[in-house]
């Protein structure tokens, strides 16, 4: 199962990142709620994250700290889409909400129906926690729609980051969810050349110093 444990680990590298990034929201976020609201995701991303390398962990015979923690940067199997730094823009931030979980909705519709069952259930589980994040995407996309500065604003954020968002999934997946994002939002997005998880980021690198700080200055390192 090589290949099924490859997509756990982009799954559980995206989780991980996005759940960092979407944690910087936390105490400067426009409004109050969206402070809880991203704090919450951010907390259940990394959780999904925890569970992902747990799977892949146990076949690589380590611990899951050690692969989600341990890792070079340039190892990591995450899209250049969740690494990207988009605090203080909010614009961007909830057009990059509404890319990756409409995606990821996507990908973890797919695991379901992989024969393998703590695979499936895990997926199920993921899905049934993951709904509350796409209906608060949906929620956002339908307030910035409502408005000419809003849609000005989100479609700015989607042109931006569609070379990225294109790069999160598989090609079997990925045109099928480009149709439903241009159905949903109405306007045309091209065929681009995708920004995909070979393309390593600076942002990510900058990331991985904060992210591993606190392991990194422990000799037989911490546990999460």
């Known amino acids: 199962m090589p290949e099924l444990h490859e997509r756990l680990l982009e799954i559980a590298d995206d989780e991980l990142i996005l759940g960092w990034r979407n944690s910087e929201w936390t ?8 402070d809880v609201a991203f704090s919450s995701v951010a907390q259940n991303e990394i959780g999904h994250a925890r569970a992902l390398y747990g799977l892949v962990a146990s076949e690589r015979e380590l611990t899951a700290d050690e692969l989600a923690l341990d890792r070079r940067p340039d190892e990591y199997r995450s899209a250049p889409l969740v690494e990207l730094r988009l605090v203080p823009d909010w614009g961007r931030t909830i057009a990059r909400h509404y890319l990756y979980e409409t995606a990821d909705a996507a990908r973890i519709a797919a695991l379901k129906e992989v024969d393998v069952p703590e695979v499936a259930g ?3 589980k993921i899905e049934r926690e993951e709904a509350y994040h796409l ?7 339908d307030r910035l729609l409502a408005t000419t500065d809003g849609r000005q604003r989100l479609r ?3 042109d931006d980051l569609w070379p990225y968002a294109l790069g999160v999934l598989e090609p079997e997946l990925r045109g099928a969810w480009a149709e439903r994002v241009r159905a949903r939002l109405g306007w045309e997005l091209p065929d681009l050349r995708p920004v995909g998880r070979d393309e390593r980021s600076d942002a990510l690198a900058e990331l991985w110093e904060e992210m591993t700080m606190v392991r990194r200055s422990q000799p037989a390192g911490v546990a999460w």
């Open 156 to 158: 700015a954020g989607v």
């Open 122 to 124: 895990l997926a199920a």
């Open 27 to 34: 105490g400067i976020a426009p409004f109050l709620e969206e």
């Open 135 to 141: 209906m608060h995407a949906e929620m956002w996309v």
